[in-house]
């Protein structure tokens, strides 16, 4: 049997569940990023530097959105505080920027990672569900892992809705509303040039990286019993980015021992790699755009026929129904 991560010493897992909370403030410094991002947007955009200072502050503010979602995702898992309380606070406080309920996103979050790879599974994009015909199969599978995967993942999420409280649906309206009111408010008030750049092209480029690390993470990934093989580790080498990011492009990583705070995945990932199969490894990135060009083309060689094969001796609606009664994985703090 395959050890996977499991020769991974107990010393170095330890160390690696070990909590430091002076990270937290990491939140306050994202926030402070995104307020330098929009005063150069601000006291540049009715000079010639408007566009340039623009465009280069929205890819900013799409990085940094991204690295407040992941410190909102270690909330789901309880890697953030042990109060129930404060880790929605500070779930929503940074989830709420991406325009997603953390509510509902908690509960599918959860789910996931009890169903991961499987057919129900929203992350994996099953394409012969919409289309046979291969070639729009693949123009359909460029555009959801090029940049439509958060209007997918929408629609998906009307399924996760049947699975709240009536309470917890009312917390999930009172969530939306909050943020888009806010938005809806500061588009009214506020310079057209200023929220373009401030919020509107960010949430796109954010769409955009949502869609490609989508694919990166779970794209022909299979279901198995064992984590370690479920999804793959990418960007190692690029710091600054998973500075930004806060880690969460070690992703093989938490699927498999969820309970590591997303500061410690990456000195977790560099003491134990040596300890992991070959396999995984070989599922292990130091980069990032290289390795959506290469499954980019993966894509346009799919095999439509193999990939409805895959699925046709199951009867797709029973199989999400049964998937879809199961409970999510467990917070490390519930």
């Given amino acids: 049997m395959a050890a996977g991560m499991n020769d991974v010493p107990r010393e170095i897992l330890h160390e690696a569940y070990r909590r430091n909370h002076l990270y937290l403030l990491k939140i306050p410094f994202h926030f402070g ?15 010639p530097y408007w566009l340039p200072v623009g465009l280069l502050a929205s890819l900013f503010i799409a990085q940094i959105v991204r690295g407040l979602g992941a410190i909102a995702h270690d909330s789901v898992h309880g890697t953030v505080l042990k109060s129930k309380l404060g880790s929605y606070i500070i779930g929503f406080l940074c989830w709420a920027p991406t325009g997603m309920s953390y509510t509902i996103y908690s509960n599918y ?32 599978l460029l555009c959801v892992y090029s940049f439509a995967y958060p209007l997918y993942f929408l629609f998906q999420m009307f399924r996760y809705r049947r699975r709240l409280t009536f309470a917890k649906q009312i917390r999930m309206n009172v969530e939306l509303l909050v943020f888009w009111g806010a938005v809806f408010a500061a588009g009214y008030y506020l310079p057209w040039k ?21 694919l990166i993470e779970h794209f022909e990934m299979e279901p198995g019993d ?28 938490h699927h498999k021992y969820p309970g590591i705070p997303w500061y410690n995945l990456r000195s977790f990932h560099e003491a134990a790699f040596k300890y992991y199969d070959k396999p995984i490894q070989d599922e292990c990135y130091e980069t990032f755009l290289p ?25 797709r609606e029973q199989e999400r129904e049964k998937q879809m009664a199961l409970a999510g994985i467990s917070p490390v703090n519930a």
Avoid: C
């Avoid at 390795?291 to 009867?315: N, T």
């Fill in 226 to 253: 064992d984590d370690a093989y479920s999804s793959r580790t990418y960007a190692t080498k690029r710091h600054f980015l998973n500075f930004l990011w806060n880690n969460v492009s070690f992703h093989n990583e």
């Fill in 109 to 140: 979050h959860l789910h996931h990672h009890r169903i991961t790879n499987t057919y129900p599974d929203v992350d994996n994009f099953v394409v012969t569900d919409y289309t046979k015909n291969p070639t729009l199969a693949k123009i359909i």
């Fill in 194 to 214: 200023f929220m373009l750049f401030f919020f509107g092209v960010p949430f796109i480029l954010g769409s955009i990286f949502a869609s490609i690390t989508s």
């Fill in 33 to 47: 990023l995104w307020a330098a991002a929009g005063a150069a947007i601000w006291y540049t955009m009715d000079t």
């Fill in 291 to 315: 390795v959506v060009w290469m499954l980019w083309k993966r894509i346009l060689k799919v095999d439509i026929a193999k990939l409805e094969a895959k699925y046709a001796s199951i009867d």
